[in-house]
């Protein structure tokens, strides 16, 4: 298959302003590729070879290095590709423009397909070592010299990971839906598989080499991480029985890392909230399943919480935040020891139990492990009156911990992987000062401080997600509530992600002095979620403007347990808008 094609209908689809349109287009690329390259184009249109879980190491192209291998490919000074993206704004045009002519220095230029470009990135990603830029810059040099202008613009964009397609997972899998489909009706039967794997490439290829029904032999696997259900907020316990059908599940919200954890008899692997590997961080807790966690092969879910060793009582999320780091992790084992509370079950040898409700899995957690000093499940109480929950919630502050978690009880109350539902509310005591309760941003630039600031950045644009368009709008500048560290911290941290124009997924009218490839994703409370000109998340779905967070400072709480794309979304900040207005009538 041509690579020309794929450029093509990315220009297409770049073109396109409607969502559902940018997904038809998706689609019908989609059916005319051959069922061996879906997967290829899938990755190719994501620029990610692989899930993040599979710990392989991506192209991920640095754009210095980008604009180097540009300028060697079109033989000109560095300099005139860097003063051509002050013009254009972007390296993928730049390189377009500069490389016009096709077949740059090939003496026998040959047609670009996708399996070239797959394969190239491929060989570029696993090569490592010393001199690993200068070979991986010949093989890039060498695909490049072949391309045609368009191909060109797309393939850099893939390498340097700044696509700007608009189009999110919720599209790509609706674009899978109608390929194979015609309509969206295996969408849920679609997204289940994804949240069972993890991997849309792998959804991609088994629908495309075995059609719809390949989907049921997508199962829950030890050593593959199942997306992590999460909860919903609400701060009145009326309206989480309400919710809930009257009866709940009432366990303490622990500060702490959510961890899942796969066992294979002696073989323990942790899994983090962006499923990411974290076994090494955590070889107290490893040695810990492998002493209280009965069934031989099982998945677990738990809270890895930090304590004082002497008072036994929690320590702050940002202390447990230590050990996440490559070296000297024996060290941190000593001088941030840590517990783990078990409150999910999804898989016991061989059975896959996240269809069973909640009291059910509750009932075979508690079978499957043996409490002891380091382990145990979480404390919890089922209640069917509002006054207990706000009971056990005073309980659970007093003892240190967030607030509450309320899960329903009922029949329905399976383990939804991947989903924020109803089943699981969290109440903490944020949401009850009035305040729209904490939200967790994206940096995505930020202004240089002035003043007692020189040096740092006084001001941080932040962003929330919108997973339908794959973009990061603005919803605050925050500038309060920075200690002199912290606004080091926030340099150094920066520092890395600092690019030389907007990436194009932040939507913002703000003009910041830097920008940044969203990445770091920061806790924010803020006091009240308005409607504002100048932001952007929501806009088309409010009345008069985006939402904007008002007063919004930082909390100290780096949120490194999570990737841009699981910061809070533009629904859940609509959601907090209505219930807020509902709270003030
Ligand atoms: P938050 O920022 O409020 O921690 P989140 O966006 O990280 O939320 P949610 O799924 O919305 O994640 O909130 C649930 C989180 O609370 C879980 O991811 C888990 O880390 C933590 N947690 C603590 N105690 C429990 C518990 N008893 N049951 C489930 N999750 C718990």
Known sequence: MLYETLARTYEQIENESSSIEKTRLF?????????????????????KLYP???????????????????????????????????????????????LHGGGQSSLFPQDVTVEMVYDTLVKVSQTSGSGSNREKASLLVGLLNDAKPIEVRYILRTITRTMRLGLGYMGLMDALSIAYTGNKELRPKIEHAFNVCSDLLRVAEVLATEGPDGLQHIKVEVGVPIRMMAAKKLSNSNEILEKTGGKALVEYKYDGERVQVHRNGDEVILFSRRQEVITHQYPDVVEYVLQSVTPMTCVLEGECIAIDRDTGRTRPFQELMRRRRKTGIEEMREEVPVVIRFFDILYI????????????????????IQASEFVDMTVGSIVDRPEEIDRIFTEALDSGQEGIIAK?????????????????????????????????????????GRGKRTGVYGTILASAYDPVNDAFPTVCKIGTGFTDEVLQQFKERLDELQIDSKDPRVQSDVQADVW????????????????????????????GGGLAIRFPRFTGRWRDDKGPSQATTVSELIDMFHSQKVRSK
């Open 27 to 47: 689609a019908a690329l989609l059916k005319e590729t051959p069922s061996d390259l879906v997967g290829k184009v899938l990755a190719l249109t994501m620029a």
């Open 52 to 98: 993040d879980w599979k710990g392989q190491p991506e192209v991920g192209i640095a754009e210095r290095m980008a604009i180097q291998i540009v300028a060697t490919t079109a033989s000109v000074p560095e300099e005139a590709v860097y003063d051509s993206i002050r013009k254009t704004g972007d390296l993928g045009l730049t390189g377009e423009e500069m």
């Open 349 to 368: 040898d061989g059975t896959d139990v996240t269809s069973e409700p909640m009291l059910k899995r509750r009932e075979l957690l508690s079978e499957a």
């Open 408 to 448: 329903a009880v009922h029949e329905k109350s399976t383990y939804q992987a991947g989903s924020r539902s109803w089943l699981w509310i969290k109440l903490k005591a944020s949401y009850q000062e009035g305040r729209s309760g904490s939200v967790d941003l994206v940096v995505v630039g930020a202004m240089h």
């Open 516 to 543: 940044f490839t969203p990445s770091l994703v920061i806790e924010v409370l803020g006091d009240e979620i308005t409607v504002s000109p100048t932001h952007f998340a929501g806009r088309g779905q409010i009345e």
